[in-house]
T-cell receptor
Framework: DGGITQSPKYLFRKEGQNVTLSCEQNLNHDAMYWYRQDPGQGLRLIYY???????QKGDIAEGYSVSREKKESFPLTVTSAQKNPTAFYLC??????????FGSGTRLTVV | QKEVEQNSGPLSVPEGAIASLNCTYS??????FFWYRQYSGKSPELIMS??SNGDKEDGRFTAQLNKASQYVSLLIRDSQPSDSATYLC????????????WGLGTSLAVNP
């Protein structure tokens, strides 16, 4: 079955540590997106990519980095520069303007 | 003013009633509109999309679009407790980036 897979489901980060969230899709979608969701704040766009080897900053890119070396993969690194990383992270993909398909999310907690 | 606005709720309806969720948008150039359902702790799932003025029905769900008044609505007929979730409205403004503009969501509670 086609879909979009995020891993891990839960992730714990120590202070000063970089962590990488995985996002893989087998839907043959061109575009991929990373969102952060905090309670009461809706979905906020971190980064997005429309084609391989190209990506753009979203509204809250500071403290995050991405790569798009393969069409299927769009990993997100939460760096130590992100001072408040505890949140629910959602990866999505799309082929056209027919809406996004979301992964199941990664819940990141700072310990 | 946010680009896509929704009442945060909670909207509470009895089981079997019609739930009406509303969304307004500010950019008249917005072309396509989407309703997503998000259960607590889960990711959003697409339930309806609408591109032209009028109504679009899919099972118990009806999406309505009025571009002149810049609003989109979602009606849920015969509401069930399993419909209790947050409903997110999103608008596509056009252009090459395919970015969606999201509302903050409306929380719906269907009471047995």
């Amino acid at each position: 079955d086609g879909g979009i897979t995020q891993s891990p489901k839960y992730l714990f980060r120590k202070e000063g540590q970089n962590v990488t969230l995985s996002c893989e899709q087998n839907l043959n979608h061109d575009a991929m997106y990373w969102y952060r969701q905090d309670p009461g704040q809706g979905l906020r766009l971190i980064y997005y990519s429309q084609i391989v080897n190209d990506f753009q900053k979203g509204d809250i890119a500071e403290g995050y980095s991405v790569s798009r070396e393969k069409k299927e993969s769009f990993p997100l690194t939460v760096t130590s520069a992100q001072k408040n990383p505890t949140a629910f992270y959602l990866c999505a993909s799309s082929l056209s303007i027919n809406g996004y398909t979301f992964g199941s999310g990664t819940r990141l907690t700072v310990v | 003013q946010k680009e896509v606005e929704q009442n945060s709720g909670p909207l509470s309806v009895p089981e079997g009633a019609i739930a009406s969720l509303n969304c307004t948008y500010s950019d008249r150039g917005s072309q396509s509109f989407f309703w997503y359902r998000q259960y607590s702790g889960k990711s959003p799932e697409l339930i309806m999309s609408i591109y032209s003025n009028g109504d679009k029905e899919d099972g118990r769900f009806t999406a309505q679009l009025n571009k002149a008044s810049q609003y989109v609505s979602l009606l849920i007929r015969d509401s069930q407790p399993s419909d209790s979730a947050t409903y997110l409205c999103a608008a596509y403004k056009g252009g090459n980036n395919r970015k969606l503009i999201w509302g903050l969501g409306t929380s719906l509670a269907v009471n047995p």
